[in-house]
């Protein structure tokens, strides 16, 4: 819902010891900043209302206020409308809440995860190889790739560039991009629809 073009995801060590997204959407408010990390804070629902038409993978505000709760979280963000950047910066074993400042940066969002489970390491302890997570992250990426051809997706691990795929208006060339162009004669479109008035079910798919 940013309106991004772009996205770049970067790992180091699989994801374990950093993640960093980077988007040129529209940026975040230095006042929602906090928000953001804020527990059932939200920006997909405004009133009721919105419950029935909710298109994003989540909207309950539980993943940012989750992942700042077990890392050292940075986030970036300059709007259009704001001369400069603001960075948020919370660490759980030091910061009671989060720290805000000036930042210098362009139009869009960073947030960089650092040290995942650093302070539970009962959960760190579960992280498998670094190799594995990495191939983890990657199949989500991928993923949300081929369901938006419309936004170009980059992610590296290390220095290492594990995809690279640039926007397109058609999902049949992210397919071919993403699967290789020895499949693309074997591709099908298939689409499913059951509508009743303005509520429904649309299904669009590649099969081959």
Known sequence: DAGAKRITVELEIGGIELVRIVDDGCGIEADDLVLAVSPH????????????????????????????????????SRTHASESAHELTFDPS??????????????GTTIEVRNLFFNTPARRKFLKTPNT??????????????SRPDIGFVMRNDTMTLLDVDATESARDRAVALLGRELEPELLEATFDVFDDEHGVLVWGLVG
């Open 41 to 76: 804070a939200t920006s997909k629902i405004a009133d009721a209302e919105d419950l029935d038409k909710v298109g994003s993978l989540g909207f309950r505000g539980e993943a940012l206020a989750s992942i700042a709760s077990v890392s050292r979280l940075i986030i970036r």
């Open 94 to 107: 030091v910061d009671a809440i989060p720290n805000i400042r000036p930042a210098s940066g362009r139009v």
């Open 133 to 146: 997570e990495k191939s983890r992250c990657l199949e989500v990426v991928r993923q949300i790739a081929m």
